[in-house]
């Protein structure tokens, strides 16, 4: 049996996200209750997190969340990593037995800064340590980069979200943005890098969809260097968002109306710079439409963007109350946390939800309370 | 005079109980097949003249006639078969090279009908095209690696672009080569329907300026008709070195069919020769290839994308590569099957390389190198229907031309006798008894219905797909599984076969 | 009124016009078979098909707005429908005299060859109510059926 990244595995899925705009960090209990709610949307075959403002003390390292299948691919790499990085902290990913979770890998933090003689003018550190991701993802054999970003991190893995959430004991953590994802592949992932979400540098995204534009999307990323190693859809569009925000300079909403551009019969009624705007960016991006039904959460240090497909075949319901914007697969997952909200709607399609926070210092909730 | 050894290649079958005498067939065969014999009071054919055109079937009103292949066996013989042998009468009676027209007919392995295009089922929904959105317009042009957007606008222009309201472009066809009945019907077509239509190396008739807003007007090694006026008349410029139908070599328009209108629109005296040389006399090089992009695009100031067509040929993809570094914004394939007014049968069957195999060969190559943005590909050569249009496009094609399919649209039956300059449809001639058969009007509106049919047929298979936009099938090779293909083909297509 | 007009730039000079004129004008209006092979007498189109390569365009009865044939006919039988315009032979009042022959400017005017002493000429397929069958079964569309305004002469 192939395991994800030899093969194209289709899923059906929940996501579920938060963030609080004031950049107020709370547990991860809420998040794990909502998602848990649309138990139905997954099979047990994949679920997991994405946690941002969770490492205060080593804000300014990249936290690498690493996956081994055993001791000798671990040393391996290790080394490896030991040569391209100044390692502050390295430690085991603290975990609690769960009856139904099995096979876990062996789960490894490392708070790292790359070493000076490898950075210059043409490769920074984010272009550094995304190099390095994707030489392990691709040629270490046994070993997986969950996470790599600076003050956040990826807890995922093979079984339901709500089990990996307790598996990672993510109600120890704070952050003031929490997405999770609940995954119903259509065969057996076989293993825990499949899991969503796929990050990179701090980019994660959760994801509801199959995007049937895949193969022109990859092979246009893999023009620009990327490469896709698991042959999901959500490594994909993380790397859509990087090439578009991280490389190209585009804010996020106008690398969403990449994703999901206006119909060009649309843009013929835009005013001038507008239109030429638009057909601009889908004539030389038309390669990275994403096409087919998705829903999406993006998640970055700076806020989340949730967005669906052009013409909305998969559900997503978005919701505020004070500072703190839900977005999810359902609204129930919503109510489940938020019983009152004091609003809720349902975006449209291609039409980007952002929820960016208003301020740069983020504090910790002292009287986080839920229902 | 020794007898002829070649025997008729159709029999003319007359139902003597429906024929009326009313010589329609005889008014309108230009090969004077029948004829009205006084005599016997009937109408009698002269079979060897006979191309099977179809132009006494179609016109016969009460149905009397039937074309059929001469009966008479050769000795069978697998490899001395009769077309080999027929080709060698032919040379030993009139000891000249082989002229044949349309691409090749030999059994050339079809790779479109090898490949099978995805369908969504349960894990996506498939899209219905008359319910939603479905798109398939077309930019074509070079793309920059980055669009560059500061307070809500575009920083920097995009080079020019071509637009097409769908991915079918009419092909090269030349004035001189078909009839200007054809390429008004074409031009009308190509403008109605908002996509292409290219004047080949034949130059813009005054008669069609007025389409120049749909035209890519080319640059041939005759440079024939070509001005300062003319480069600016079409909205695009392609230079062509080749021809899928016959690589390597260069074109000849005999002086009998350079008339008035044809000298008027070439430059060139009425009834001289207009050859085309098989090389660009100024191209010996890639570099000298550079040179001519860049003088088009001085002499119309940037302001039109520059086009590059090649034969399909072994070295493809290298060959693409450096048209795009010279400069290309589109580099266009001609493959073995393409089509041709005259070409040497030899040439045309056996020189040149399917142009499925070419197109994704380019596409890989191009794409490895990071350059696939930089220019569009268009394919070319054999592209029968939209199915093919929409495996041409996941392969990594851009858009397509048409050229054969166009002629049949306008009623080209493939007799394959263009070269002779005696085309019973009014379409490759330029006797004026013939031209007029053509009415650009009706050509015109049947185009325009072939058109918007394909156009509608590419929408289905892409709503089949769960794609909306047809930007996401370009390069898609995953929508594309292979049958009864070699691991070699498999690797050079770059797709899996079904069931994998 | 609406007369038959050639385009003589697309007449293929095919002549089917005239095929399925006589057809029409025949005893057997709906088949061109028995029409042709049935009728006693061979049909007679009432339009022609002029042709000097490569000219070609058909030619039917212009029913003149002063039809020198009316005047001519010695029994009245050639009458102009003040109504309709169109120009018509009543059959049974012609003699055979032939002088609307003689006269026609056109020579859209026929001797039924038959031997029948009636003339033959286009009645613009009045019993349709239809474009004239010319110009239905054209298929290059060189006949077109319309009012045409003499202003711009």
């Known amino acids: 049996m192939l395991r994800e990244g030899e093969i194209r595995i289709p899923s059906g899925c929940a996501i579920s996200g938060i963030v609080n705009k004031q950049g107020v960090r709370f547990s991860g209990r809420d998040v794990i209750k909502s998602i848990a709610l649309m138990h139905d949307r997954s099979n047990g075959l994949g679920g ?256 989340i963007v949730a967005l669906n497909d052009r013409i909305k075949l998969r559900p997503l319901v978005a919701a505020t109350k004070g500072d703190n914007l839900y977005v999810s697969s359902e609204e129930s997952a919503i109510r489940e946390i938020c019983p009152s909200p004091d609003n809720v709607w349902t975006p449209k399609g291609g039409e980007p939800v952002i929820g960016m926070l208003e301020k740069e210092e983020t504090r910790d909730a002292y009287q986080y309370a839920t229902a | 005079m020794p007898i002829s050894m070649q025997l008729p290649d159709y029999l003319v079958d007359r139902d003597p109980n429906r024929c009326i005498t009313c010589k329609v067939c005889v008014n309108q065969c230009a090969n004077d097949v029948h004829h009205w014999d006084k005599d016997v009071d009937s109408v009698i054919a002269e079979e060897e003249k006979c191309v099977n055109c179809h132009r006494c079937v179609i016109y016969c009103p009460t149905h009397a006639l039937k074309i059929r292949r001469n009966p008479t066996e050769y000795k069978e013989n697998h490899y001395w078969n009769s077309s080999t042998i027929r080709g060698i009468d032919r040379q030993a009676e009139g000891g000249g090279v082989l002229l044949t027209g349309m691409g090749t007919d030999k059994p050339i392995p079809i790779y479109w009908d090898r490949l099978f295009l995805n369908a969504s089922q349960v894990t996506n929904p498939s899209i219905d095209p008359l319910r939603e959105p479905m798109e398939i317009r077309t930019y074509l042009g070079s793309k920059p690696d980055n669009v560059i957007i500061k307070d809500g606008k575009l920083i920097k222009e995009l080079p020019p672009q071509l637009v097409l309201d769908a991915p079918i472009m009419f092909g090269a066809l030349s004035f001189g080569a078909i009839s200007l009945s054809a390429v008004k019907s074409l031009a009308k077509a190509a403008t109605d329907c908002g996509v292409m239509w290219n004047t080949g190396e034949g130059g813009l008739h005054r008669d069609v300026y007025e389409y120049g807003k749909n035209c890519i007007v080319q640059v041939a090694s005759g440079r024939f008709g070509v001005d300062a006026e003319y480069l600016n008349a079409g909205s695009a410029i392609e230079i062509k070195i080749g021809q899928g139908a016959k690589p390597g070599i260069g074109g000849h328009l005999p002086g009998e069919k350079v008339g008035e209108e044809v000298s008027k629109t070439r430059m060139i005296p009425v009834g001289s020769d207009a050859i085309s040389p098989a090389p660009h006399h100024d191209i010996y090089s890639i570099e000298d290839l550079r040179q001519l992009i860049y003088a088009l695009k001085e002499a119309t100031r940037y302001t039109k994308p520059v086009s590059v067509k090649v034969s399909a040929v072994h070295n493809v993809a290298a060959i693409a590569s450096g048209i795009v570094r010279a400069g290309a914004d589109i580099v266009a394939i001609d493959g073995v099957r393409g089509g041709t007014g005259a070409a040497p049968l030899r040439t045309r069957d056996s020189v040149g390389i399917p142009a499925e195999l070419a197109l994704a060969a380019v596409d890989s190559r191009l794409r490895q190198e990071g350059i696939r943005n930089q220019a569009s590909l268009v394919i070319a050569g054999g592209i029968r229907n939209s199915s093919d249009i929409v495996k041409a496009i996941a392969l990594g094609a851009d858009a397509c031309y048409i050229g054969t399919a166009a002629l049949i649209t306008m009623g080209c039956r493939m007799c394959q006798t263009c070269y002779t300059g005696k085309c019973n449809w009014g379409i490759c001639t330029q006797d004026p008894k013939l031209v007029k058969r053509l009415n650009p009007e009706i050509g015109a509106q049947r185009l325009t219905n072939l058109i918007h049919a394909w156009s509608h047929e590419i929408k289905e298979l892409l709503g089949g797909m769960g794609i909306n936009a047809l930007e996401s099938l370009r390069g898609n090779r995953l929508m594309l599984r292979g049958v009864g293909l070699s691991e070699t083909e498999y690797r050079i297509l770059g797709i899996l076969p079904a069931g994998e | 009124m609406k007369r038959v007009y050639a385009r003589e730039e697309v007449c293929a000079g095919c002549k089917l016009c005239e095929v399925y004129c006589a057809t029409a004008h025949s005893e057997y209006p709906s088949s061109i078979l028995k029409a042709f092979q049935r009728q006693e007498t061979r049909p007679v189109a009432r339009i022609l098909v002029e042709v000097d390569q490569p000219l070609t365009f058909a030619l039917q009865c212009r029913h003149c707005e002063e039809a020198d044939c009316t005047q001519g006919c010695i029994t009245g039988a050639m009458t102009k429908d003040p109504e309709t315009g169109i120009v018509t032979n009543d059959e049974s009042r012609c003699v055979g005299c032939w002088t609307c022959v003689l006269v026609c400017p056109y020579g859209a005017i026929k001797r039924d060859e038959s031997g029948h002493k009636v003339a033959s000429k286009c009645d613009l397929c009045s019993n349709n109510d239809t474009n004239p069958i010319c110009v239905q079964k054209c298929p290059n569309n060189a006949l077109i059926f319309a009012e045409i305004s003499k202003g711009g002469d």
Request: charge should be negative; charged fraction near 20%; aromatic fraction near 16%.
């Open chain 1, 48 to 303: 997991g997190f994405a946690a941002y403002g969770i490492y205060p003390e080593y804000a300014e390292h990249y936290a690498f969340h690493m996956y081994y299948d055993d001791i000798t691919i671990k040393d391996y790499t290790e080394e490896f990593l030991s040569s391209r990085f100044n390692i502050a902290e390295s430690h085991e990913i603290p975990t609690k037995k769960v009856a139904s979770i099995k096979n876990s890998p062996i789960v490894w933090r490392y708070f790292v800064k790359p070493k000076s003689e490898f950075i210059d003018e043409d490769c920074g550190c984010d272009e550094f340590v995304m190099k390095i991701v994707m030489m392990i993802n691709a040629k270490f054999d046994g070993a997986f980069v969950a996470s790599s970003g600076k003050n956040m991190g990826a807890f995922k893995g093979v079984g339901y979200p709500e089990e990996i959430g307790e598996f990672f004991r993510l109600d120890e953590y704070k952050g003031y943005i929490w997405t999770s994802h609940g995954r119903f592949p259509t065969n057996t992932p076989g293993w825990w890098g499949g899991a969503h979400p796929f990050t990179l540098l701090d980019w994660s995204i959760v994801h509801n969809g199959e995007i049937s534009s895949y193969g022109a999307n990859k092979r246009y990323l893999e023009m620009f260097g990327y490469q896709l190693s698991l042959q999901t859809d959500t490594e994909a569009i993380t790397y859509a968002f990087d090439l578009l925000v991280r490389k190209h300079g585009l804010d996020i909403e106008t690398a969403c109306s990449v994703l999901a551009p206006p119909f060009w019969r649309n843009m013929e009624r835009m005013e001038p710079a507008k239109k030429e705007m638009y057909t601009a960016l889908r004539a030389v991006y038309g390669n990275l439409l994403l096409n087919g039904p998705f829903s999406i959460i993006l998640g970055t240090s700076k806020g």
